[in-house]
């Protein structure tokens, strides 16, 4: 089984593939660079300017030349990596196409410029986690892990019997890293503080709670089944006013890979996250797995 990092040949950050080494190293898996040439000169509207689109093709396959070896000037030498080189009109198709060909675990990318510290979605990435069948993984702006591996999985659930389908592809995630596992809820209170103060001393606050309670359990308890040798603790709720201090309230740690499953109104097998993984995902300080729904290994998520 591989891991398929994605990259372009102008990309200039080294996040992704960092992310990617990382996971290789835990899992025992192959990495494959592959670097996806858009080539917009597939255009009708261009192929009548004879010689331009065969100049511009030989530039870009130089530059991705060029991009690859950097890559893999950047990994480790102990690592069994392949470079590959594709060209086409759509780079999320031609990334999932490849993770597929290869029966990948997961498909890696990197952030686009945004925050430091913070994941940017570009349109790649924006795409691949609304479409693709392979679990994608998305690293920070800047992400450099300094033990060099995964050490813990914390997995984000709300308080709901879709997200216990998250169970299966947690497993499996965590039958190949081995790290210990985190349950967490975030929450964000929002509106006036008098408006919260009253909702929480309501009895709906106290019954969200519960709930919160018990998918929890329900999760750590099928997963302590499944993988009888791995640590899991429920981490109850990591409330915040906004969803940048609630995710700044939760205890991270260096080397933790937050966990979202996708929509339920997602395609069969298909990522689409929904409004709340995708808050999660832009504030996390950490690398986001997102996991696809209705497939082995899959699992949904609001």
Not at 120 to 135: I, W
Not at 151 to 178: C, I, K, N, Y
Not at 224 to 249: D, H, L, N, Q
Not at 276 to 300: F, K
Request: net charge neutral; proline share 5%; hydrophobic share 40%.
């Amino acid at each position: 089984m591989s891991i398929v990092v994605g990259f372009g040949p102008e990309t200039r950050s080294g996040s992704g593939l960092r992310l990617a080494a990382s996971l290789a190293r835990a899992t025992g898996d192959d990495l494959v660079l592959c670097c996806v040439v858009h080539d917009s000169f597939e255009s009708p509207s261009l192929r009548d300017f004879s010689g331009v689109d065969d100049d511009w093709r030989r530039e870009l396959a130089a530059l991705s030349r060029q991009a690859l070896a950097e890559a893999r000037a950047q990994l480790p030498g102990d690592l069994a990596v392949e470079e590959v080189l594709r060209v086409g009109r759509s780079v999320p198709q031609i990334l999932e196409q490849e993770a597929h060909r290869r029966e990948a675990r997961l498909l890696v990318v990197g952030s686009a410029d945004g925050a430091f510290g913070r994941i940017g979605l570009g349109s790649t990435s924006d795409r691949l986690v609304h479409s693709s069948r392979v679990p994608v993984a998305l690293a920070p702006r800047g992400y450099d892990p300094a033990p060099g591996e995964v050490s813990r999985l914390v997995l984000a659930v709300d308080p709901s019997h879709a997200d216990r389908a998250l169970v299966p592809g947690t497993v499996q995630v965590l039958e190949r890293l081995g790290t210990p596992l985190s349950i967490v809820t975030f929450a964000v209170r929002g509106g006036s503080r008098g408006a919260f103060t009253a909702f929480r001393e309501s009895g709906v606050y106290a019954q969200w709670r519960r709930q919160v309670g018990e998918t929890q359990e329900h999760i750590a308890r099928e997963v302590r089944a499944r993988c009888p040798g791995i640590e899991v603790r429920t981490a109850s709720v990591v409330e915040g006013e906004r969803w940048s201090s609630a995710m700044r309230g939760a205890d991270w740690r260096p080397g933790d890979l937050l966990v979202v499953g996708s929509s339920t109104h997602a395609s069969l097998a298909r990522v689409f996250l929904g409004s709340t993984a995708t808050r999660i995902l832009r504030h996390s300080p950490v690398p986001v797995l997102v996991l696809p729904r209705g497939r082995s290994g899959s699992a949904d998520r609001d």
